[in-house]
């Protein structure tokens, strides 16, 4: 069971399945996490004594698939190894701060943490986050990665992929990957768009396609 501390939890309800509990202590929220394990379908994100429990609607999950399916393209046709480490609890005891991307990948890290359990600061952090956005979150997510030492994080909001790159602390919107610096990442937004006509895997094949063609130009 978890248990409370004497500290007030004060409640709020959002739009989009989300619920907001503020002055949650750092056992508290560990406690629920402990409680419930790992199998549920809703992710967290904690700052310092708020955390925000947001419930994944299938307008996030079908575009968050297709990102996944195109990075796994990419790595193939790079022959480069990644390892997808999906919803993640990221966290830190000592900034109080906690995230749960939508899906997270060690790309350029991922010889260090091959095999191992991720244990931050100890381990580093992904090299790349997705969020898939539908509404504001209330907690700044940005400030809780940037914390974190997250070095990309990808956004997907509506028709709309940015991506930001940590800069001195701050992410800063950028038109190339850090990660996949070759990569035409304004064209994403189509090819997830085209999969609602012509199927999702047709999208990944035609999305390999399309890497296939950069490609040569990188060599």
Known sequence: MVTTTSTPVEQQTTPENRVVL???SWSTFKALLADVGDDRTWRIAYDRGVLEIRMPLEEHEEPKRLIESFIEA???ELEIELRSL???????????RAVEPDSCFYIQNESLVRGRNINLPNDPPPDLAIESDYTNSSVNKDAIYAALGVPELWRYRRVSLQV???IEGKYEMCDRSLAFPFLPVAEIPGFIEQSRTIGQRSAVRLFRQRIR???????
Do not use: A, C, F, M
Not at 86 to 96: A, F, V, W, Y
Not at 213 to 219: D, G, H, M, S, V
């Open 164 to 166: 930001y790159q940590l």
């Open 22 to 24: 503020k002055g949650v």
């Open 74 to 76: 990419i790595v193939d």
């Open 86 to 96: 999906g919803s993640l609890t990221l966290e830190r005891e000592d900034l109080t």
């Open 213 to 219: 063609e950069l490609l040569p130009n990188q060599k």
